[in-house]
C-alpha cells in the first residue's frame, strides 16, 4: 500500500461549510492543508478552472477533485472517503 494522498482545502474566511469540512477533516484526524482563497482573485480563478465549481470549500485528495463539504461528508458517511485515502480510486 502506498503513502496516503494529500489533502487540500480552500476555504474562505466567514464560511460556515468550509468550518464544517475542517471539523469534519480534524475529527477525522486526517492531516491536511488548508489554502484561504477568499481574498485571492488569481486563486479563485485558477479554482474555479481546475474544479469546475466557483464555490468553496473545495476540497482535493491528491490531484482529485472532490466537491466541497456535501460531497466530503456523503464520502465520509459512504465509506468512500477511507477508500480514496488508501488509494483506492473508484
Do not use: N
Amino acid at each position: 500500500m502506498g503513502a496516503t494522498p494529500p489533502i487540500r482545502i480552500y476555504t474562505k474566511r466567514l464560511c460556515p461549510y468550509c468550518w464544517r469540512a475542517l471539523w469534519l477533516l480534524r475529527r477525522r484526524h486526517l492531516a491536511f492543508e488548508e489554502i484561504v482563497v477568499g481574498d485571492d482573485p488569481e486563486r479563485r480563478a485558477w479554482l474555479a478552472e481546475v474544479s469546475g465549481q466557483r464555490t468553496v470549500p473545495q476540497i482535493f485528495i491528491g490531484e482529485r477533485s472532490i466537491g466541497g463539504f456535501t460531497e466530503l461528508k456523503a464520502l465520509h458517511q459512504s465509506g468512500g472517503l477511507d477508500r480514496l485515502l488508501a488509494g483506492d480510486p473508484a
